[in-house]
């Protein structure tokens, strides 16, 4: 069965302070690997989007990895703002599926920044 | 230009009662897709719709829930007789095409609450 899991479920840092979120998928074939940001009470944002043969990647002060031998990816936040304080979802696409959109979707980590 | 746009944001409903939860979609956008996201859970796959092609239903969960796609914009899903279960944020998402490739744009979802 294809799925997504992350961790840690949740997390609190201070600000300032850099932070790794993980995420472990058993989806195959795999197509690529995203990292969607949801604020509270709003729509996931898309952050960065990992293909199969692409190690990192990076977004201002976030930098996403992959290592599709091990089917783990991780996002790493620098320098942690209070505005960083959101659920990290982690989304994997299936290859050639034909249903769902061929997305799966992790439970997310919810990061919490504290002045 | 503008988002992804959902309505109403929240809603409450007693028991039993059928509800209607809108969406409009980015200008241009083929693909459309309904997600479901229960507290502590990850996103829901409902239903999609691209171009004029049969709707995917495959993700809904009851007969008690439907969709629609009018002029291949905006869409309605419709879930009849609601129960306590129901209650969840409902998302939206278009984006220019069907395959995972394509990144797709949230709507900032309606809050259902069945009493």
């Known amino acids: 069965k294809n799925q997504v899991e992350q961790s840690p479920q949740s997390l609190i840092i201070l600000e300032g302070k850099n932070c790794t979120l993980q995420?472990?998928?058993?989806?195959?074939?795999?197509?690529?690997l995203r990292w969607y940001k949801q604020d509270t009470g709003r729509g996931p944002v898309s952050l960065t989007i990992m293909t199969f043969s692409e190690n990192t990647k990076s977004n201002r002060r976030y930098t996403a990895t992959l290592d599709a031998d091990t089917k783990q990816s991780s996002l790493h936040i620098t320098a942690s703002q209070l505005s960083d304080s959101a659920s990290y979802i982690c989304v994997v696409s299936e290859a050639y599926g034909g249903s769902q959109g061929n997305l799966i979707f992790g439970k997310g980590t919810k990061l919490s920044v504290k002045p | 230009g503008a988002g992804v746009s959902q309505s109403p944001s929240n809603k409450v409903t007693e028991k039993g009662k059928d509800v209607e939860l809108r969406c409009d979609p980015i200008s241009g956008h083929t693909a459309l897709y309904w997600y479901r996201q229960s507290l502590g859970q990850g996103l829901e796959f409902l239903i999609y719709f691209q171009g004029n092609s049969a709707p995917d239903k495959s993700g809904l969960p009851s007969d008690r829930f439907s969709a629609e796609r009018t002029g291949g914009s905006v869409s309605t899903l419709t879930i009849q007789r609601t129960q306590q279960e129901d209650s969840a944020v409902y998302l939206c998402?278009?984006?220019?095409?069907?395959?995972?490739?394509?990144?797709?744009?949230f709507g900032p979802g309606t809050r259902l609450t069945v009493t």
């Open positions: 995420c472990n998928y058993t989806v195959s074939p795999f197509s690529n």
């Open positions: 998402a278009s984006s220019w095409g069907h395959r995972s490739s394509y990144e797709q744009y």
